[in-house]
């Protein structure tokens, strides 16, 4: 199929041309993560995004060129195929990205037809465009996978390119429609590891009761070569991982502020 010369998606952008609730674009999928939501799953990462994290390990995705064409149709005949599987392992659907309510239309269609057949479905997003869903769409989302990129705004700004305040109240929505999240937070040394920046995020993790788990991602290097690729400025280049007793003392303050918080 020929590809769409489509250029990147800001946030906020509407629906672009060949973007609709039947046809949507996908980068890549994986079959048997354990990662991206309970049990064993099957993990689209959809194309577009908002956000120019700089420390983004598939920056590719940012554009809907990056991906293939692909209609719900044929995406669910696919994922049928595995619908046993799923009920042994007890796993399922997840959508990331990139940003996948970017594709809105297409995410939300091929979630609740995928809710209608028992079929657990995870969204991994950044809750930037959060107000696009409905209360109804959201009842389709079995568990909202939500990357809080850092609670304190100036350092967001930073990190992701944009304010958190969207991304905020879209937390404080789920918190109140009692929908099950799990919080994504990646420790970058010098950039989100600011203790008042980690322990507002904590107090507010701990404090909600649809967070179910809190997971501390350490930062790493391993989409360096595609941001050289792409001949884009790293500006994280000579940061390194956080050591194992960062990561422990952070996730040692999730706990205390009464969060499930696992190694």
Request: aromatic letters at 8%.
């Amino acid at each position: 199929m020929r590809a769409l010369n489509i250029e990147t998606v800001e946030p906020g952008s509407g629906v672009l041309p060949g973007l609709d609730h039947n046809w949507g674009f996908i980068h890549s999928e994986q079959t048997g993560s354990s990662l991206d939501g309970p049990g064993l799953r099957t993990v689209f990462w959809l194309t577009g995004g908002g956000f120019r994290c700089k420390y983004c390990h598939n920056p590719d995705t940012w554009r809907l060129s990056g991906g293939r064409r692909v209609h719900v149709d044929s995406l669910i005949r696919d994922i049928m195929e595995y619908a046993p599987f799923f009920s042994t392992v007890h796993g399922g659907v997840t959508l990331a990205g990139g940003e996948p309510l970017v594709q809105q239309a297409f995410c939300t269609n091929l979630m609740r037809r995928l809710h209608a057949l028992d079929i657990h479905t995870a969204l991994d997003t950044n809750g930037y465009l959060g107000n696009r869903l409905s209360n109804e769409e959201l009842r389709a989302i079995d568990l909202v996978i939500l990357r809080l990129e850092s609670w304190d705004d100036e350092t967001h700004v930073r990190a992701t390119g944009q304010h958190n305040h969207a991304v905020l109240d879209f937390a404080r929505r789920l918190q109140a429609l009692a929908r099950p999240v799990w919080i994504r937070f990646v420790l970058v040394p010098g950039l989100t590891d600011r203790p008042d920046n980690v322990n507002a995020l904590a107090r507010f993790c701990g404090d909600s009761s649809n967070v179910e788990r809190v997971e501390v991602v350490p930062f790493h290097q391993i989409g360096r070569l595609e941001w050289n690729d792409l001949g884009l400025d790293d500006a994280l280049d000579d940061v390194d991982p956080p050591t194992n007793e960062q990561l422990e003392s952070v996730r040692d303050t999730f706990r205390r502020f009464g969060s499930i918080c696992p190694d």
